[in-house]
């Protein structure tokens, strides 16, 4: 059970063996981590703090979005439209929730940061999964580790 500051914690289960992605999953849950400490002191710094944080959170996750579409569309994966449309709906949840905060509408950083992880996991354990077994069964080692190198040198960090 993760501890006190620890909302979530990556395991081995959520791999979908490739290293460049589950590193970058790993990082959004250190990100979600990081959030949901800042979000447990009292109401007002949770407030400040997050909103600073957040911003650096969601480019992460942009980041992390486009990465692993350019990965799906290179490998012509079937249902990339829909992966694409999952994040897309995420990211827009993200900044409506955002927006919201800072007009100053009630303010539930522990929601929000459950509703981040909760997120990530699901879309990790299922849809992330499904594109997993299709690059398992469709593409060679070769052809992945080829495609995998590019993606390193156009998104490099
Ligand atoms: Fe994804």
């Known amino acids: 059970m993760p501890g006190d500051d620890i909302l979530v914690e990556w395991d081995d289960k959520y791999s979908v063996g490739i290293q460049l992605i589950d590193d970058q999953h790993k ?10 400490r ?8 949770a407030r400040t703090y997050f909103l600073g944080a957040i ?6 996750v ?3 979005f486009a990465v692993e579409e350019k990965l799906l569309e290179t490998l012509a994966y ?7 449309s999952e994040h897309r709906d995420f990211v827009k949840k993200i900044f409506q929730d ?15 940061v459950r509703f981040l ?8 354990a299922v849809m992330d999964k499904k594109y997993m077994e299709y690059i398992q069964e469709n593409v060679s080692r070769n052809v992945l580790d080829a495609v995998l190198l590019d993606l390193r040198k156009l998104y490099g960090r």
């Open 78 to 84: 079937p249902a990339v439209a829909a992966h694409k």
């Open 117 to 124: 992880r909760d997120w990530i996991l699901s879309h990790i």
């Open 55 to 60: 911003h650096g959170a969601v480019e992460y």
């Open 27 to 36: 990082e959004l849950i250190t990100l979600t981590n990081t959030l949901y």
């Open 38 to 45: 800042g979000c447990r002191t009292g109401a007002d710094a």
């Open 98 to 112: 955002v927006k919201s905060f800072q007009e100053g509408k009630q303010f539930v950083p522990n929601t929000f």
């Open 62 to 64: 942009k980041y992390h």
